[in-house]
C-alpha cells in the first residue's frame, strides 16, 4: 500500500510568492495532519482534521498559512505570500480514529524561500 | 514547557556497538502514549513504537528494545549491534489523553553508525 504522498518534495520561492504544498494521505485514514519541521523549533502541529473537516488550526503561525482537504484523499497547505521565516520542512500525516495518535509521515517538503 | 527531553543532541558509535537513546517526559495525565519515531537521511519519519502509560513491559522488536520506567518517567530505546542504517535521528514523543491526536515531539538525538 501505498504511504503518505507529498508534492513537491523541495520548493524554492520567491519572498512574496504563493506556495501550496500537497498531500495524499492513506487511503481509509480519516485524520490528517500538518506538521512544521525547523531546528529552532522542532516538529510542530500546524492543523489537523478528520473526516476532512478541520478541527484544531492553533498551531497554524498567521493567517498568511491557510489548509483546506476538500475530499477524503487531498489535503493542501497554502502560504500566501511566503517570506523566509517559512523555510521548514513541512510534514504530512494521515492516522485511523482507532489509532489516531499513531501517525504516519509523508516524506516532507522541503521549503526554501528567498 | 518541555513535555518531552532528549538530552542526547548526538551520538556516534562504531558498527555493532549497542546505543542508547534517553527519553524523559513531563505529564500530569495518568493515561497517555510514549512514541519512538526514526528520520532517516532521506526525511521522512517512521513510525517504530506506541507504549500507553498502564503497560510497563519492555519490548523487543529485533535489534530495538525499549525500557518504559513511569517511576522515573522515562522511555528509553536501544538498538543492539548497531548497523549503519540505523544512522538516523531518532525523536521520542508523548500523546496525552485529553488531547490523543496531539504528539509532542522531543528535540530528536542523532545516531551515526560508523562502518
Known amino acids: 500500500d501505498a504511504g503518505v504522498i507529498q508534492s513537491p518534495r523541495h520548493e524554492v520561492t520567491e519572498m512574496g510568492q504563493e506556495v501550496t504544498l500537497r498531500c495524499k494521505p492513506i487511503?481509509?485514514?480519516?485524520?490528517l495532519f500538518w506538521y512544521r519541521q525547523t531546528m529552532m523549533r522542532g516538529l510542530e502541529l500546524l492543523i489537523y482534521?478528520?473526516?476532512?473537516?478541520?478541527?484544531?488550526d492553533s498551531g497554524m503561525p498567521e493567517d498568511r498559512f491557510s489548509a483546506k482537504m476538500p475530499n477524503a484523499s487531498f489535503s493542501t497547505l497554502k502560504i500566501q505570500p511566503s517570506e523566509p521565516r517559512d523555510s521548514a520542512v513541512y510534514f504530512c500525516?494521515?492516522?485511523?480514529?482507532?489509532?489516531?495518535?499513531?501517525?504516519?509521515f509523508g516524506a516532507g517538503t522541503r521549503l526554501s524561500v528567498l | 514547557a518541555q513535555k518531552v527531553t532528549q538530552a542526547q543532541t548526538e551520538i556516534s558509535v562504531v558498527e555493532k556497538e549497542d546505543v542508547t537513546l534517553d527519553c524523559v517526559y513531563e505529564?500530569?495525565?495518568?493515561?497517555?502514549?510514549l512514541f519512538w519515531y526514526k528520520q532517516p537521511p532521506s526525511g521522512e519519519l517512521v513510525f517504530l513504537i506506541r507504549r500507553n502509560s498502564f503497560d510497563e513491559q519492555n519490548e523487543i522488536s529485533g535489534r530495538y528494545s525499549w525500557n518504559f520506567q513511569k517511576s522515573t518517567s522515562s522511555f528509553n530505546f536501544t538498538i543492539t549491534a548497531s548497523q549503519v542504517v540505523d544512522s538516523a535521528v531518532y525523536f521520542c514523543?508523548?500523546?496525552?489523553?485529553?488531547?490523543?491526536?496531539?504528539?509532542?515531539f522531543g528535540a530528536g538525538t542523532t545516531v551515526t553508525v560508523r562502518a
Open positions: 514523543a508523548l500523546s496525552e489523553a485529553r488531547d490523543d491526536y496531539k504528539l509532542s
Open positions: 487511503s481509509g485514514h480519516d485524520y
Open positions: 500525516a494521515s492516522s485511523i480514529t482507532i489509532a489516531k495518535n499513531i501517525q504516519y
Open positions: 505529564t500530569r495525565d495518568t493515561t497517555y502514549y
Open positions: 482534521f478528520n473526516n476532512n473537516v478541520p478541527i484544531d
